[in-house]
């Protein structure tokens, strides 16, 4: 498959703990993002990586990406219960200029 | 900020009929997607568009078509709803000049449930 890999499939933490996701996949990409999609809502861009960066942040949000691991992680730090959502990697598909592939996606539990 | 609005959020339709998703987006946006999703499968591209009248197939388009008449508006067709399409159903647009699997903005979805 060409899908990312998510994991964990499930977090719950309590609230004001990190949470970290992460994303694999199996081929090169030329950039990685992070996605939130509160419950039945359509999906919010948090973080595009390209693949000649290493980290990226944004607020409490911070990304890293190794390629040669193949792999990208999210980091949320002093979570709030408003975090709670699914979490979504998508990384374009190599040698298409459109396709994006989706990862099945995180869902985390912030306990307050 | 960008805004993609979806016609509806629910819908209940019964096998056979033709359905209709409409999605429009208010940015002057080129690429339009339709995604659906289902649980543990993420989203899957059905169909995507890059100008009016323009349509690519995506990894699902079996049983959906598209129409692009204007740019803002990108239209989903179910000639004829079966129980598997019962799924959520999402559009995305993003912006013109870049590649076109970057930053996607999304509507809030229209849940179909085909009985």
């Known amino acids: 498959s060409q899908q990312g890999e998510e994991d964990p499939q499930a977090l719950s933490i309590q609230e004001g703990e990190n949470a970290t996701m992460n994303c694999s996949y199996k081929?090169?990409?030329?950039?990685l993002q992070w996605y939130r999609q509160n419950s039945g809502r359509g999906l919010v861009h948090l973080i595009l990586i390209r693949s000649n960066e290493r980290e990226k942040h944004s607020g409490r949000l911070r990304v890293t990406l190794d390629t040669s691991k193949k792999s990208s992680s999210l980091l949320i730090t002093a979570s709030r219960a408003a975090d709670t959502a699914s979490y979504f990697c998508?990384?374009?598909?190599?040698?298409?200029?459109?396709?994006?592939?989706w990862g099945a996606g995180t869902k985390l539990i912030i306990k307050p | 900020d960008v805004k993609v609005t979806q016609s509806s959020r629910y819908l209940v339709k019964r096998t056979g009929e033709k359905v209709f998703l409409e999605c429009v987006q208010d940015?002057?946006?080129?690429?339009m997607f339709w995604y659906r999703q289902d649980p543990g499968l993420g989203l899957r591209l059905i169909y995507f568009s890059y100008d009016v009248k323009m349509k690519e197939k995506g990894d699902i388009p079996e049983g959906y078509s598209v129409s692009r008449e204007k740019k803002e508006r990108f239209s989903l067709i179910l000639e004829s709803a079966s129980t598997n399409q019962t799924s959520m159903y999402l559009c995305a647009s993003n912006a013109p000049g870049g590649s076109t699997n970057e930053k996607l903005f999304f509507g809030s979805g229209t849940q179909l449930s085909v009985l």
């Open positions: 940015m002057d946006h080129e690429n």
């Open positions: 998508a990384r374009n598909l190599e040698g298409s200029n459109y396709q994006l592939i």
């Open positions: 081929t090169s990409i030329n950039n």
